[in-house]
C-alpha cells in the first residue's frame, strides 16, 4: 500500500489540469510559466537547460521583485470543490523559492473573478523552505471555483495540489439523464484499497481515456492469496445502469478478471469502510477482462436500487485505467 505524506492527499486534487485546471491571470511569469504548477507528475531538474530568459525550471518562477508589492497567480479549478488539504511544493528552486505564501479562494457562479469579487482567505502566510513540500491540512466546507495563489514577494513554486471534494449542485439534476456518478467531476473519490504501488487509487476517476499506464490505478505483483480491491465513494446516490471498465494500456499487467460489490452506506467514517464492503451485495458478478480495452457492461449488472458506494475487486492483481459507472441520480 502506497503511504502518503498527509491523509489529505486521498481526495481529487482539484488543481489538476486533467481536470481542466488553468491560470487565468498572473502577475510575472519571466522563467517559468504558471501553468507548469497544475500538471500531475513530479517536478523534474534539466540540468544545463536554459532558454532566452533563463534557466529552464518546472514550475512557476517569477522574476526578481524590484518595487514593493508581490506576485499572484488566479487558478480557475477544472471543478469547484471545498478544500481539505493543500501542498506547496518548491522541488528544485533553492536560491529562488518565495519565503511565504498564502492562498485565497473565491465562488463565481458564471466567468471568472472581477474587481469586484470578495475574495476569502483560505490559508493563512505560511514560510516556505527550498527543495521541499509544504502540507498544510484546512477543514474548510464551502466550495470555491477559483483560488489566488500569492508568493512573498516573489521567486518559484514547482507544483501546487489542491486535495478537496468536488462540489455539484445535484437538485439541478435532471433525474432521467444518466451520469456518470463515480467521475472525479461529478464528486466521485476513491477511498481506500489493498495496495497503490504503481499508480494512485484515484486516478480510475479521472475524465478521459488515460495517456499512458502511470494515469492508472495498478497494485505490486501479488505472491500471497486472496485478491486487490479499491472502494469509491459515488459523487451522489443512484441507480447504476451501466458499467465500465477499462484496462487502456494494460497489456502484459490487466486483471485475469473482476467483480464489483455496491452498498447504502449510512453514518461510520472511511476509515471504516474496508471492513464494512466485505458484506456488500453483488453489483457485478465475475466477468473475464481482456488487456488493453474497454469492457461494457449493461446486461450484467444487478439489481440492487441506489447506492453510494462500489468496491471493485480484481483477480488476482493488476491495473485498472479507469471505472465508469452511468446511472440516474436518486431522488
Known amino acids: 500500500m502506497r503511504s502518503y505524506n498527509a491523509p489529505f492527499e486521498k481526495f481529487v486534487n482539484l488543481a489538476d489540469e486533467r481536470l481542466g485546471s488553468k491560470v487565468i491571470s498572473v502577475t510575472d511569469e519571466w522563467f517559468a510559466a504558471a501553468n507548469r504548477m497544475l500538471q500531475p507528475t513530479p517536478a523534474v531538474w534539466k540540468e544545463g537547460v536554459f532558454d532566452d530568459n533563463g534557466k529552464w525550471m518546472d514550475g512557476w518562477e517569477s522574476r526578481r521583485k524590484r518595487f514593493e508589492g508581490y506576485d499572484h497567480a488566479v487558478i480557475r479549478l477544472g471543478v469547484p470543490g471545498s478544500i481539505k488539504g493543500v501542498d506547496i511544493d518548491t522541488s528544485f528552486f533553492t536560491g529562488n523559492f518565495p519565503p511565504s505564501a498564502s492562498i485565497d479562494g473565491c465562488f463565481v457562479v458564471e466567468g471568472d473573478p472581477n474587481e469586484d469579487t470578495q475574495w476569502t482567505e483560505v490559508l493563512p502566510s505560511v514560510e516556505l523552505q527550498g527543495n521541499s513540500h509544504h502540507y498544510h491540512e484546512i477543514n474548510d466546507d464551502r466550495p470555491y471555483t477559483h483560488l489566488r495563489l500569492n508568493i512573498y514577494p516573489d521567486g518559484g513554486v514547482a507544483r501546487l495540489r489542491v486535495h478537496g471534494i468536488p462540489f455539484r449542485d445535484w437538485a439541478k439534476q435532471d433525474p432521467n439523464e444518466q451520469v456518470d456518478l463515480a467521475a472525479a467531476l461529478n464528486g466521485g473519490r476513491a477511498l481506500a484499497c489493498s495496495d497503490e504501488h504503481f499508480g494512485r487509487m484515484s486516478n480510475i476517476l479521472n475524465p478521459g481515456r488515460g495517456v499512458n499506464m502511470g494515469d492508472g490505478w495498478e497494485t505490486g505483483r501479488r505472491r500471497t492469496p486472496g485478491n486487490d480491491w479499491v472502494i469509491v465513494a459515488l459523487g451522489h446516490a443512484g441507480i447504476v445502469e451501466q458499467i465500465v471498465v477499462d484496462t487502456l494500456h494494460f497489456k502484459g ?32 458478478p465475475s466477468q473475464k477482462l481482456q488487456m488493453h480495452s474497454e469492457h461494457t457492461f449493461i446486461e450484467q449488472i444487478k439489481e440492487l436500487g441506489p447506492i453510494t458506494h462500489v468496491r471493485l475487486n480484481i483477480f488476482p492483481d493488476g491495473g485498472v485505467s479507469r471505472l465508469r459507472l452511468f446511472g440516474k441520480v436518486a431522488k
Not at 486483471?255 to 451485495?281: H, M, N
Request: proline share 3%.
Open 253 to 284: 499487467n490487466y486483471p485475469e478478471s473482476c467483480s464489483i460489490q455496491g452498498a447504502f452506506v449510512k453514518g461510520g467514517t472511511d476509515s471504516q469502510i474496508a471492513t464494512q464492503s466485505l458484506y456488500w451485495r453483488e453489483l457485478l
